[in-house]
Nanobody
Framework: QVQLVESGGGSVQAGGSLRLSCAAS????????MGWFRQAPGKEREVVAA????????DYADSVKGRFAISYDYAKNTLYLSMNSAKPEDTAMYYC????????????????WGQGTQVTVSS
């Protein structure tokens, strides 16, 4: 079992920055990938950024490339999402997730999910 707890959400004006954190506990060594997802009202959940934990490979949705950065602190077992140049369309509930299975990180098929943290970007 892997437990995930997000924090760092809040309200920010367009152009501003936020950093989301996701503290992982439990059998964290079993995780193959970790990712950030978001879901806006009336929309499907989408993957925002993903990171392979066996190396440094990362991937991003086109909508956030160049603005968001995903990172992982192995000493703290904590996943981060640095959000810069925020846009109103970034407003959503953000979730972190852990995937145990091999075969790529850019997928919705993750095994463990956090409760989410709300991000609101005002224009």
């Amino acid at each position: 079992q892997v437990q995930l707890v997000e924090s760092g959400g809040g309200s920010v004006q367009a152009g501003g920055s936020l950093r989301l954190s996701c503290a992982a506990s439990g059998y964290t060594y079993s995780s193959y990938c970790m990712g950030w997802f978001r879901q806006a009202p009336g929309k499907e959940r989408e993957v925002v950024a993903a990171r392979y934990l066996g190396g440094s490979a990362t991937d991003y949705a086109d909508s956030v490339k160049g603005r968001f950065a995903i990172s992982y602190d192995y000493a703290k077992n904590t996943l981060y999402l640095s959000m810069n140049s925020a846009k109103p369309e970034d407003t959503a509930m953000y979730y972190c997730a852990a995937r145990l299975n091999r075969g790529g990180c850019w997928t919705n098929e993750y095994n463990y999910w956090g409760q989410g943290t709300q991000v609101t970007v005002s224009s």
